[in-house]
């Protein structure tokens, strides 16, 4: 099946400006996280949803950044007044229920902050 | 505090010759440590779940091994489209399903 889509694939913006970035997981399951990757950096957490509730919050960087999942499957990552340091890779993973453990990975939306 | 150090940073090989990477991790209780192949431009991609110390998993041309501070990706007789960023994660035990901890990468070039 389709793996887990993200849109746009680059999003520039200008300083100050919101920005929203989409998630759609793979079909059928209900955990999906956020992560943010800086270059030549590894992931960093953002934010974990089970179902439609975060489970999950602790890293958000600050409360520009703001997600929603409404009914459980697609996800919307919300930015607001964004800066420069902003700019970064972010990227969408879902897992499935049946005991796995492993995160699927979209392949992320490029944003620059201008 | 849960951490991930991935060694070397980068790694060239000749077509053919072996080689390892190294995943050093400090967490209060592994639930997982995973393994990711990153290509550029793109999102990283699923390779190997290891969740006790002995424990080995192979694919192909890559073999995952975990003790109880580190693992290792051996990947035998490489060719350059072996060429990647491989990632390294782990996930501890408390609370459920939760986030994994990324190491920085082994950014791995394989020439001919």
């Known amino acids: 099946g389709a793996g887990v889509s993200q849109t746009p694939s680059n999003k520039v913006t200008e300083k100050g400006k919101y920005v929203e970035l989409r998630c759609d997981p793979i079909s059928g399951h209900t955990a999906l996280y956020w992560y943010r990757q800086s270059l030549g950096q590894g992931p960093e957490f953002l934010i974990y949803?089970?179902?439609?509730?975060?489970?999950?919050d602790s890293g958000l960087p600050n409360d520009r950044f703001f997600a929603v999942r409404p009914e459980g499957s697609v996800s919307t990552l919300k930015i607001q007044r964004t800066e420069r340091g902003d700019s970064a890779v972010y990227l969408c993973a879902s897992r499935g229920d049946r005991g796995a453990y492993e995160q699927y990975f979209g392949p992320g939306t490029r944003l620059t902050v201008t | 505090e849960d951490q991930v150090t991935q060694s070397p940073e980068a790694l060239r090989l000749q077509e053919g010759e072996s080689s390892s990477l190294n995943c050093s991790y400090t967490v209060s209780g592994l639930r997982g440590l995973f393994w990711y192949r990153q290509d550029p431009g793109k999102g990283p991609e699923f390779l190997f779940t290891?969740?006790?110390a002995g424990e080995e998993k192979e694919k192909e041309r890559l073999k995952a091994t975990l003790t109880k501070k580190e693992s290792f990706l051996h990947i035998t007789a490489p060719k350059p489209e072996d060429s990647a960023t491989y990632l390294c994660?782990?996930?501890?035990?408390?609370?459920?399903?939760?986030?994994?901890?990324f190491g920085a990468g082994t950014r791995l070039a394989v020439h001919p």
């Open positions: 994660a782990v996930q501890d035990g408390s609370g459920g399903y939760n986030k994994l901890i």
């Open positions: 290891l969740y006790s």
């Open positions: 949803f089970q179902g439609t509730g975060a489970a999950d």
